[in-house]
Antibody, heavy 118, light 114 residues
Framework: EVQLVQSGAEMRKPGESLKISCKGF????????FGWVRQMPGKGLELMGI????????RYSPSFEGQVTISADKSLNSLYLHWKSLNVADAAIYYC???????????WGQGSLVAVSS | EIVMTQTPLSLPVTPGEPASIFCRSS????????????LDWYLQKPGQSPQLLIY???YRASGVPDRFSGSGSGTDFTLTISRVEAEDVGIYYC??????????FGQGTKLELK
């Protein structure tokens, strides 16, 4: 069974750094693109960017370029989302997703809640 | 950026009745090379992660009941539920997948029971 298992909820202060993770089970990690989707409180879904773990090719959606760093470690079947300096507006639930080129985002992680408050 | 616009944003439905959700894209989602239409539908049930319902306009994802169907062409699309059940409550999103990797979602349509 394919599963994407994300790291737990995090609380940080503005200006602090954070890295959240997503580990894949039951799949060939290097055969797919994976992505991160943001859902701000009470709002819709936004694709932040995608990564191809086989060669670490990363593509960012324009709104998120320079704001976060997406990476992957194929030896650990894991992908990551990193902030150097959080601000209050980064508070959201972040979902990792698997992209199947013919079928969209067919698997989603359980979500990682990020809270940012002074 | 391709803009996706859904209507209505809120949809109260009586159980057993049909329901339709509409989605419009600012550009055609018809692939010129392969004839596929790159439009997907997702459902986010309360307190859960979103799940894939329909991909490439009209193909149901694994395990999705056949009361869900997708249709449309070019820039106008419809998700239809033939008979709404209680478990169908949640927020429905359309998403365009033609503009790799800049996929965009609609605002979401909240389906609730009357």
């Amino acid at each position: 069974e394919v599963q994407l298992v994300q790291s737990g909820a995090e609380m940080r202060k503005p200006g602090e750094s954070l890295k959240i993770s997503c580990k894949g089970f039951g799949l060939i990690f290097t055969s797919y693109w994976f992505g991160w989707v943001r859902q701000m409180p009470g709002k819709g879904l936004e694709l932040m960017g995608i990564v191809y773990p086989a060669d670490s090719d990363v593509r960012y959606s324009p709104s998120f370029e320079g704001q976060v760093t997406i990476s992957a470690d194929k030896s650990l079947n894991s992908l990551y989302l990193h902030w150097k300096s959080l601000n209050v507006a980064d508070a959201a639930i972040y979902y990792c997703v698997r992209l199947v080129s013919e079928a969209g985002f067919d698997h989603w992680g359980q979500g990682s809640l990020v809270a940012v408050s002074s | 950026e391709i803009v996706m616009t859904q209507t209505p944003l809120s949809l109260p439905v009586t159980p057993g009745e049909p329901a339709s959700i509409f989605c419009r894209s600012s550009q055609s989602l018809l692939g010129s090379d392969d004839g596929n239409t790159y439009l997907d539908w997702y459902l986010q049930k309360p307190g859960q992660s979103p799940q894939l319902l329909i991909y490439s306009l009209s193909y149901r994802a694994s395990g999705v009941p056949d009361r869900f169907s997708g249709s449309g062409s070019g820039t106008d699309f419809t998700l239809t539920i033939s008979r709404v059940e209680a478990e169908d409550v949640g927020i429905y999103y359309c998403m365009q997948r033609i503009d790799f990797p800049f996929y965009t979602f609609g605002q979401g349509t909240k389906l609730e029971l009357k």
